[in-house]
């Protein structure tokens, strides 16, 4: 990916963490501000920059840990190439720190976004997502990226306030931000039900958009969310023709372009998704034969993955310099995505939903997975929250209301990888 070095009003080169003038200058006392003070170590070597303790807090979080054994798209025990949530989010974060410090953003605020980016994500993927919205309906619903600030701010254990009360990681406004992808609740919530934040986490949500403009994210996150859609619109492709459902070089384009209308571009011709597929042939990597599983082909299809990544990547960064003059903090600038970018990452993300997605066998074990989850939920309720762990057990006991109960459950279901969701049910049912 070009970078293209941009300076700091200090003079300092921002293609890098700089030190704590820099960091002063461009996020001033309330981005750094955390919901309770915490004064600097007695002994911190080397000493830390607020932004990188908050990126080692959730590299250290368990929920963490746990994505290694959830699903990306396809189950992580089902092979061993396949990427997980956890891979899938380390990829996240190299993309969103190298284009963050490319535009002169912090990178360690958009690294941590982009690592916390899927904390919040169920067993199997977002098929557990849609399956945990239903049984949570009468209790505030369910959605990844909210309860990734839930997790965040409430329920991962490090620092509670004056009243006892857990207020999670603790990070600071600017990086809790930045991990905000879609800043509005449930009501206000668009077609395709995306939403940030349950009613119940208003107050630190609130506390976190202190000063910010209504359902605008900041420049961090909006990295974070670009560096999302890049890799998994590459990664997914390259996870399926390692598999042997895609074959680039043989795409049935007209099932394709269905597949692209009905979920992401209804308006688009196949004239315009042909053009698009044609700039992206173009690439110089772009195969010119079958992918044959031997090492030179592997590397090949390498080649390809760093050259898109590279492509869109380049393409956002000068679009992004040609609108503003860097370097980007909060709500200084917002990034700029070109068009042709966009359909390319879109025609994509179609191929991987067209072969991989819908592919017969997975969609038949979904409905099961979906089952399993509602089974899980049904029992821990009936058991009155005697198969919870200790943690979420004493959350049941302290829940004032019946809906508060449910609210346990959702978190501690949610909390499961796809391995243990599988054994949790066999185990209690």
Known sequence: MPVRRTTAPSGCPVDRVAGVDQVERLYDAAARERIVPEPPKRVEAPERL???RDRARVVHAASSRRLAAKTQV????????????LTHSLEVAQIARDLSRALGTHPDITETAALA????????????????AVLA???GGFEGNAQTLRLLTRLEAKTADAAGESVGLNLTRATLDACTKYPWGPDEAGA????????????????LRRGAPARRKCVEAQVMDLADDVAYSVHDVEDGVVAGKVDLTRLDTAAVWETVRAWYLPDTTDAALDEVL??????????????????ASLAALKNL??????????AVQEATFAAADGPFARYSADLVVPEETWAEITVLKGVAAHYVMQDAGRVALQERQRELLAELVEVLLR??????????????????DDLARTRVVIDQVASLTDASAVAWHQRLT
Do not use: M
């Open 117 to 132: 980016h899927d904390l919040g994500h169920p067993p199997f993927g977002h098929n557990g997502e849609r399956a945990l």
């Open 74 to 85: 396809v189950g992580p025990q089902s092979d061993d190439f396949v990427r997980n949530r």
């Open 383 to 400: 058991d009155e929250g005697a198969g919870l762990d200790a943690t979420f057990a004493a959350d049941w006991a302290d829940a004032p």
């Open 192 to 207: 395709d039900g995306k939403f940030g934040v349950y009613d119940a986490d208003r107050a630190a949500f609130d506390w």
């Open 278 to 295: 044609a700039r992206l042939r173009a690439v110089g990597s772009w195969p010119g034969a079958s992918y044959d599983g031997r090492r």
């Open 137 to 139: 309906a009468d209790c």
């Open 50 to 52: 607020p932004f990188e």
């Open 305 to 314: 993955t760093s050259d898109l990544i590279g492509r869109f990547c380049g």
